[in-house]
């Protein structure tokens, strides 16, 4: 009992150790759950000699796998998508296992055997790969929906993958039609009746479940009901796997499908990660590097003939070949099925060895190189496909067309929710304002309703040209997303450093960041969620209105150095008034030939004008408050504040220079 529990708190801290690291390198946590495994197992210090009892476990992180596929699996989606999906994604699935068994025969190995390997590597990571397209706000660009699709495709394949593969084993070289055929017609009884009585009924057992209001309930029946429908389909002589993938249909069309996927996801995650730790303690490593060769090479076949199928199948149904050639270089790598297939393989004795060994390593390089090869994608196509250049001009004119009208816009890089509702206030305004956004559909309907909105990427710098930055009055980056937005701010800072930049970010920790690479203004979104609920259950508890005002004042200008002043006199004066004689902002460039290069804040001395200087920016540099010992360089903007009058006077010196 003492061993058994040493050797799960050694599993738990080495899990937690490499996991950690592989996050900080920006590697998939599969990584670090390999590696934990084969640090544990027979390779490495042999912590876990007798590994029956984990893969016992590690074989609910399967089931969880699937029920998280059937969960994901829309049949509405599914019908939209019908082209990609039944068009490319079959060829990708299909092509690629007929070319691959081919070569596994070409190699001598037996035809199983070769079409265990060929599903293997036929398989990518839907995981993975989503995320990056999440990350990269590219789910919805053409590449974006045939991953995606592909994707479907294949947790589709999965259910005759799971009922395939024991039916082999069951009949050997000869005699497996009839245990195939009689699995599948357990499958389609099984399917046939999960779609025309499971869902009405699941739909009414966690409507009761719901409406017991208790989170713990809920998430014991989501556990009964994958443990239940994996036990079923077992008993019926299906996979466990393939139970949990038609329990997680079950739910995918009801209004508790969030729920249960949020219940599900920490128990998913854990069980799964010992599945690929029991996946490590399989791999050996003396003999994968006694056939690295054989790794590498593995490695490269399989990349190469998904490069060449997804490319050729895609071109095929229509796409130009730069949407292609992006489809393929983020669907050419290695996926989690790929190890379950190999684990099942290995299971029921379906290959010789070392070819488990072998793919299994395989599987791994090619996850490590994923990220990288997709990071690289923008270039590579750029490099080798001539139509990516005829759409980014077309892009880039038609973006041109309707900046062109704006004398002096202020850029929105963003059209959602935020994007939407500042448009609509700065145009109460008078602003000009030209929008960016990268979800097409969205555009569409913008551009509909007469919304000054175009579809383009605003981290690139000729993108942000064309929509008029050179003469934009400011920038506003209207999403939280901490890579864009320092993109962004790179290339303005390159192009035009001057104008003013403010970011929205989720993190506190971005803040300063944000500013070092040249923002004007950061708004965090926690503080501002804070700030209005004080200042909304203050106004709700009694506190009077003019004291709740005074606090929201206080509160700004204390978080926002450039508000001071806005919010002074609030209940004074007439609002024509105010903006006559109230505090402005403004923004001194120093340009190539001004007289105060080389000068100090302190010889300006525009404190004497009754004008301060707020901040300054500086390549890639801001500066809050700066000291009167600050020199100016060429190229400097200097944001300064102060009334109408005592502003013009300070220009005046600005450009007279010293006396």
């Known amino acids: 009992m003492r061993e058994s ?56 992180g399967i089931v969880f796998l699937m029920f998280s596929i059937g969960l994901g699996f829309s049949l509405g989606y599914l019908k939209a998508m019908r082209r990609i999906v039944f068009g490319l994604g079959a060829v990708q699935v299909g092509g690629t296992i007929a070319v691959l068994m081919a070569v596994g025969w070409l190699l001598g190995l037996p035809w199983i055997a070769a079409f265990v390997l060929a599903v293997a590597f036929a398989m990518t990571s839907t995981t993975v790969l989503s995320k990056l397209l999440t990350d990269r706000f590219e789910l919805e660009k053409p590449h974006g929906r045939e991953v995606i699709g592909v994707s479907l495709f294949q947790d ?34 099984a399917l046939a009746l999960v779609l025309r009585f499971g869902q009405p009924l699941m739909r009414k057992w966690f409507g009761w479940v719901a409406r017991e209001r208790s989170s713990e309930f809920f998430t014991l029946n989501v556990l009964l009901v994958t443990i239940g429908m994996a036990s079923l389909s077992e008993l019926a002589g299906l996979s466990l796997a393939l139970g949990a993938f038609l329990a997680g249909m079950l739910i995918a069309e009801t209004e508790y499908r969030y729920q249960v996927e949020e219940d599900i996801k920490p128990f998913r995650d854990v069980l799964l990660g010992l599945f690929f730790i029991t996946v490590g303690m399989f791999l050996d490593v003396a003999v994968v590097l006694e056939y690295l060769p054989w790794v590498a090479a593995t490695s490269l076949v399989v990349a190469t003939v ?54 299994a390593a395989s599987h791994v390089l090619m996850m490590l190189a994923a990220p990288v090869v997709v990071q690289f994608s923008d270039r590579i196509v750029l490099r080798w496909a001539a139509s990516e250049w005829t759409r980014r001009s077309l892009e880039l004119t038609q973006i041109a067309a309707r900046a062109v009208k704006i004398k002096a816009p202020v850029l929105l890089l963003g059209y959602g929710r935020t994007g939407q509702h500042m448009a609509k206030l700065l145009e109460q305004e008078g602003l000009s304002v030209i929008a960016l956004d990268l979800d097409p559909e969205r555009v569409r309907r913008a551009q509909a309703a007469g919304e000054n909105v175009v579809y383009g990427d605003a981290a690139r710098t000729e993108v942000l040209k064309a929509a008029g930055l050179m003469r934009a009055q400011a920038v506003v980056v ?37 500013f070092a690479a040249g923002a004007s203004e950061v708004i965090p979104e926690a503080i501002e969620v804070a700030i ?128």
């Open 156 to 189: 589709l394949a999965v259910v005759p993958i799971l009922i395939l593969l024991p039916a082999l084993a069951k009949g050997g070289e000869g005699e497996w039609l009839l245990p195939l055929l009689l699995a599948l017609v357990k499958a389609v009884v």
């Open 306 to 359: 998904k490069l060449a199928i997804v490319w050729g199948g895609a071109r095929a149904l229509g796409s130009d070949s730069a949407a292609s050639l992006r489809s393929a270089l983020w669907l050419w790598t290695a996926g989690e099925f790929g190890f379950v297939v190999l684990a099942l393989g290995e299971q029921l004795d379906l290959m010789p060895q070392p070819w488990p060994q072998v793919a």
């Open 5 to 60: 529990l040493f050797l799960l708190v050694a599993l738990l801290v080495a899990s937690v150790v490499a996991v950690g690291l592989s996050r900080r390198a920006g590697l998939p946590p599969i990584v670090g759950y390999l590696l934990v495994g084969v640090i544990v197992g027979p390779s490495g210090f042999d912590l876990i000699r007798d590994p029956t009892t984990a893969q016992f476990v590690a074989e609910f």
């Open 478 to 514: 209207t999403f939280a997303d901490r890579d864009a937005a320092l993109r962004i701010l790179s290339a303005v800072q390159t192009l035009r450093p001057e104008v003013p930049v403010v970011v929205r970010v989720r993190d506190e920790g971005d803040i300063e960041r944000m």
């Open 532 to 659: 209005m609920m004080a200042v909304q259950t203050m106004a709700l508890v009694g506190v009077p209105l003019p004291k709740v005002l005074r606090r929201l004042r206080g509160l700004r200008e204390e978080r926002y150095g450039l508000f001071r002043g806005f919010f002074a006199g609030a209940t004074d004066a007439a609002d024509d008034e105010r903006d006559a004689a109230g505090v402005r902002l403004d923004t001194f460039v120093v340009d190539e030939g001004n007289p105060w290069i080389g000068r100090t804040l302190g010889e300006l001395a525009f404190d004497t004008l009754g004008v301060e200087v707020v901040a300054v920016r500086r390549r890639g540099i801001r500066g809050a408050a700066p000291d009167a010992s600050f020199r100016l360089q060429r190229g400097d903007a200097l944001i300064v504040r102060g009334d109408m009058a005592a502003l013009e006077a300070a220009r005046e010196r600005f450009l007279a220079g010293p006396d």
